[in-house]
């Protein structure tokens, strides 16, 4: 808004009328000289966006790698090398270069935004200076200049309307306002919202139709789209998915527990009198082995695949970790037009002098009443297929957006207007102002010339001869489709003396009422049964728009997101508090950029995750904020580039298919990390035991670094192929397990003391026993290897036991354990192989004791699944249908 502050000119200056606003801005009907232009251009600045610090590409490369996570596994990867674990070490680069590529080309995507809304800006204007017509760049526009406007240009800055001929602008990407805005000279109310200023127009936006003089009333950064572009900066490093969040705090807690285990570990042996050498490589094959180098591979690969899915249902994924934020997502606040609605006017019904009401589908029926308005409505449109001989979903219809809503009811009935003009041709015609409010053809109808009028009820009413009661029944008809958001056009006839062949303003009187053209933006055929599936399945759905509150609440009723009386609200009635009072509403009607922020902040601010879908420049910054930014594939390039996901052919059914893949990709991450950090916690309570009980090393540096690669990467890459999620992911943010639940974290210590007990009892026993100390290692190498190849059929299934899911389900899975038992036979039977690892041959009655304690893990792994998630089963039936809890 023009607020008074630094760079802006006056309070409200909608408020005043044009010569108080030439007063306020020190100019005049005739502009500003080029002496007064060029000082405020060089006191002020260029009208341009604001720019953002950009740092050099060598800093954006090094900034990938300075990542918690990245750091332990830069770290890890080095000492890999040190040990000659040269396979360990190239899955830990690849893993951060894959990583590092991925962060280095997102940080692009503000600049991006940027860019795109600076385009919109930089183009030729024509301003009056010394009293003369000029072109210069938009960007040496200034405060107090005049611009001309016309038909198609882009408006260079903010600007209060002096004079207007039928001025309208196409303001869609700012306000989401579908139709075409009306702009007149006089003055509006101080407290009126952007979207209602009349007499404002402002930069970005199109000139649709008519001329216009206007006064430059803010540049740059203190235009609407200036304030945009702020709020991008603004939000510039928020736009982090939640699966960012949790993995850097993961990184920052593996980090400090097993550098702390390592240098433990290390202590103990040197305090129980083990050579300091093999300690130290011990200590730091720890180190390497339990954190879980295979955790971002495997992740990414799980991101991969269900962005793949994702695509296959029409939404794209420009940003791979927001796809499992999708899964956790709890608010759904979407835009009107172009999500809800189809984003272009259409004919819905006739209202007749009678009051009969014909709906769409009846509106070819043979009745001569309704073939006459139909007939007389088609004459009236201006609009013109630009590719006639093309298909119709190739089509392409210019016009105003009422001119092609009539064409395309034409053609849709069959109802061809050039074959109706060569049966009526037209004669002459008056075009639509707003000062008029009508606009009227003059057509031959046989013999007689036959006037078309077409406009603003409360006109054409007023035109016409009728009686009282048809009036009075037209008046409140037009007050009932007025509040559920429709809009209406009348139309009237006469017919004139034989031979005029000129349409005069003087003959618009004693009309012939016709009846009532209703139009609507409609909402798309999928959303309303889209949006009861998203319900179903837990969302909260509101509708978030800059369009009029009666216009939102109508669209909220009838998709099914207003869910009673007293849920809506306009931007200007927001508290400041909003947190608090947010859940008491449905829809959220006149809202500013800086309002959709704030609402997507107060829902997170209670903690539920949010996705925002827009398709505005308007958008932008509330795309940013949310956990996850979802554009229409319609929409502005702006929007498209602060999103993380794109719907390809804007249906809203595509976010519901999209949350149902997150979540199954949810389950998946939380699968590949239970599993993973399960078995690193195995390998470093296994060490400590005995190392504690003074017994030789349960498992070599060798062998830990092979259990870590073998193990960890083939079947945990395998769970991202899963296609069933979880009840347990299904649930609500709050009770759900997740990376930072304590529940899961109490899962994996009490499954690592229970597998490793039963594992250390085994060594302690050989050992004991006189057993030779390669043959206990190698059994307790083989025993905790065996029991991850087992345990993650169960790991696969946290909602249900094990032996109730088939285990084929997932032919990947099932690929990589044999993988993983035959890459064991490798370290066991091939010589040169186990001299490396120092491991010795076992026989049948050893593999059978191994394949015992497994089995037992498992169901030691299944009692834990039982204590942690019993009472979760509920959830199932639930979730099992719509979002993969099978």
């Known amino acids: 808004m023009n607020d008074t502050k630094e760079g802006t000119t006056t309070l409200n200056i909608y408020a005043l009328t044009a010569q108080e606003a030439f007063e306020r801005l020190g100019s005049g009907p005739e502009g500003l000289t080029t002496r007064e232009a060029t000082r405020r251009l060089e006191e002020k600045g260029p009208n341009a966006l604001p720019r953002q610090h950009d740092r050099g590409i060598l800093a954006i490369a090094f900034a990938q790698f300075t990542d918690p996570f990245i750091l332990i596994l830069l770290a890890a990867g080095v000492i890999s090398l040190v040990l000659s674990a040269v396979v360990d070490a190239a899955i830990i680069f690849a893993a951060v270069l894959i990583n590092g590529v991925i962060g280095f080309f997102q940080e692009y995507k503000v600049s991006e935004i940027i860019k795109r809304l600076k385009s919109q800006l930089r183009h030729a204007a024509v301003v009056v200076r010394d009293g003369q017509m000029r072109t210069v760049d938009s960007a040496q526009v200034v405060v107090g200049d005049v611009v001309i406007l016309r038909q198609g240009d882009r408006i260079p800055a903010d600007a209060r309307v002096i004079k207007e001929s039928d001025l309208r602008t196409n303001e869609v990407p700012l306000t989401g306002e579908s139709m075409p805005v009306e702009k007149v000279p006089e003055p509006v109310d101080d407290d009126t919202p952007v979207s209602d200023r009349a007499n404002m127009v402002y930069s970005g936006t199109l000139v649709e139709a008519g001329t216009g003089r206007v006064l430059i009333t803010a540049t740059g950064t203190h235009t609407e789209i200036g304030r945009i572009a702020a709020l991008v900066l603004r939000e510039r490093g928020k736009d982090i998915t939640p699966l960012q969040r949790k993995f850097r705090k993961l990184a920052k807690v593996l980090g400090l527990v097993f550098v702390g285990l390592s240098i433990l570990l290390f202590a103990i042996g040197i305090i129980v009198g083990l050579d300091p050498l093999m300690m130290f490589l011990t200590a730091v094959a720890v180190a390497v082995a339990a954190v879980p180098e295979s955790l971002p591979i495997a992740v990414s690969v799980v991101l991969a695949v269900g962005a793949r899915r994702i695509l296959e249902k029409g939404g794209l994924v420009r940003k791979m970790s927001a796809a499992e934020a999708l899964g956790s997502v709890e608010v759904i606040a979407t835009d009107k037009t172009a999500t809800l609605t189809e984003g272009r006017m259409s004919v819905v019904r006739f209202v007749l002098p009678d009051g009969t009401e014909v709906e769409r589908e009846a509106m070819g029926q043979d009745d001569a009443e309704v073939a006459e308005l139909f007939r007389f409505l088609l004459l009236s449109s201006d609009a013109f297929v630009e590719n006639p001989e093309a298909s119709e979903r190739e089509r392409r219809i210019s016009g105003s957006p009422i001119d092609k809503a009539i064409l395309m009811l034409g053609l849709n009935e069959g109802r061809n207007r050039k074959e109706l003009e060569e049966q009526f041709p037209r004669l002459d015609g008056i075009p639509f102002s707003a000062a008029l409010k009508y606009s009227a053809v003059l057509n031959r109808v046989r013999d007689r010339s036959v006037l078309s009028v077409l406009g603003a009820p409360e006109v054409i009413l007023a035109a016409s001869s009728m009686d009282e009661a048809v009036a009075e029944r037209m008046g409140a008809k037009t007050e009932a489709l007025a509040s559920q958001g429709l809009r209406m056009l009348a139309l009237a006839t006469k017919e004139l003396s034989e031979g005029t062949e000129k349409a005069e303003q003087d003959a618009i009187g004693d009309l012939r009422f016709r009846g009532l053209v209703v139009f609507s933006d409609p909402i798309r055929s999928d959303v309303i049964e889209a949006v009861r599936q998203s319900q179903e399945a837990g ?100 929007a498209k580039d602060a999103s993380d996901l794109v719907l390809l052919n804007d249906s809203f059914r595509i976010i519901v298919e999209a949350i149902r893949q997150g979540r199954i990709l949810f389950a998946n991450i939380l699968k590949v990390t239970l599993f993973l950090l399960s078995s690193a916690f195995s390998e470093i309570l296994l060490i400590m035991g005995s190392l504690l009980a003074g017994l030789p090393l349960a498992l070599l540096p060798g062998q830990i670094l092979w259990v870590n690669i073998i193990v960890d990467g083939l079947p945990a890459i395998s ?69 991850a190849l087992l345990y993650v059929f169960s790991v696969r299934v946290l909602d249900r036991p094990v032996w109730k899911a088939n285990p084929f389900s997932n032919p990947a899975l099932v690929f990589a354990v044999a993988a993983g038992f035959i890459l064991y036979g490798v370290a066991l039977y091939v010589p040169r192989v186990a001299e490396l690892l120092q491991t010795v041959p076992l026989n049948g009655n050893d593999w059978f004791l191994l394949l015992t304690l497994g089995l037992f893990n498992v169901a030691m792994f299944e009692f834990v699944k039982r204590l942690f998630l019993n009472g979760r089963q509920r959830l199932k039936a639930q979730y099992a249908g719509e979002y993969g809890g099978a």
Do not use: C
């Open 539 to 638: 969302n909260r759905l509101v509708i978030v728009t800059g369009d009029h509150i009666k216009t939102a609440e109508y669209i909220g009723r009838q998709v099914g997101i207003l869910q009673g009386h007293g849920r809506v609200i306009e931007g200007r009635n927001l508290p400041e508090d909003l947190a608090l009072v947010v859940e008491r509403y449905d829809v959220f009607a006149r809202v500013s950029p800086e309002d959709k922020v704030r609402i997507v902040e107060a829902f997170q601010s209670n903690g539920k995750r949010i996705a925002m879908i827009g398709d505005g420049v308007n958008d932008a910054p509330a795309l940013l904020r949310a956990d996850i930014g979802v554009a229409v594939g319609s929409g502005t390039d702006v």
């Open 719 to 787: 769970l991202a192929f899963d296609r069933q999620g979880t009840a347990v992911s299904a649930a609500s943010a709050r009770h759900r397990l997740d990376l930072s639940s304590p529940r899961l974290w109490a899962m994996i210590l009490l499954f690592s003391v229970i597998t490793d007990g039963a594992l250390f009892a085994l060594f302690a026993w050989l050992i004991s026993n006189g057993s030779a100390v390669d043959y206990a290692r190698t059994m307790a190498f083989g025993g905790i290897g065996i029991t």
